[in-house]
């Protein structure tokens, strides 16, 4: 070993040691911070994902819920709109099949509700499908007097005849007088007096469909056959005894 070797190592060396032992330990540092980043990153990202596949699985069974809604509101309504044409007494037949619903697009943002199942009331105020359906069902039932509605109650049945009889009677008190009256030799009293006797005809029957408008009003119940005997009983008494008594006077 020379004398050169046994000198002690110069400032400047020291200096570049302690430099390098300073370097390498901010490398150190920033590969902890990135390591601890990356890290915290992954946890983030797999958090994010979770909540993205619940969000997902929530809109598939959102979806199929709203699907399987729209499902019932369709066959509801078409159901409605069946008993709506079947309906009896109103010229409803031409309405054609049950129109189609308006296009998604066509809608305000607000009628679209969030869930199938956040209420009975969307958002902006509207009311749900069933809520109308049920109000359409309701009005059907009440109003256009479908097949299905209650017989006539067995107490009310007396009162049959009693009605078709008043109103024979009030309708052969019209006869009587029309014919009374185009027999009085006024112009045009052989129109007159054929129109009293049309009514003559018809009054025994006239208390039919003034008994089945009470029965249907105040009853909530349809006329059947046996109801529109009775009725037509009592016209027809009534009307006999008012034909007879007319025909006495005369």
Known sequence: MTTRD???PSRDYQLMVSALAEVTKRRDAELDDAEQAYQDSAA???GELSRAENDALAADRWAGAAAAQVLDVDREA???????????????RALGEVPDPAPVEALPRVALQRGPDTGEIPAGGRQSPRILLARAADR???RVRPAGRGLFPRWALPLLPITGAVVALMAGLV??????????GIWGGTVIRGLGWITFLIAPSAG?????????RHLRARLDI?????TLLGGMIAATILSLAFAATR
Do not use: E, M, N, Y
């Not at 006869?175 to 009085?184: D, K, M, R, Y």
């Not at 046996?226 to 009775?230: D, F, H, N, S």
């Open 6 to 8: 046994r000198q002690p």
């Open 44 to 46: 983030r990202a797999a």
């Open 78 to 92: 078409s159901r409605l709109w069946g008993r709506l044409r079947r309906a009896r007494g109103l010229r409803v």
């Open 140 to 142: 059907i039932d009440h």
């Open 175 to 184: 006869a009587a007088g029309l014919v009374t009256f185009g027999g009085s």
């Open 208 to 216: 039919v469909p003034v008994a089945a408008f009470l029965a249907h």
């Open 226 to 230: 046996g109801g529109v005997g009775l």
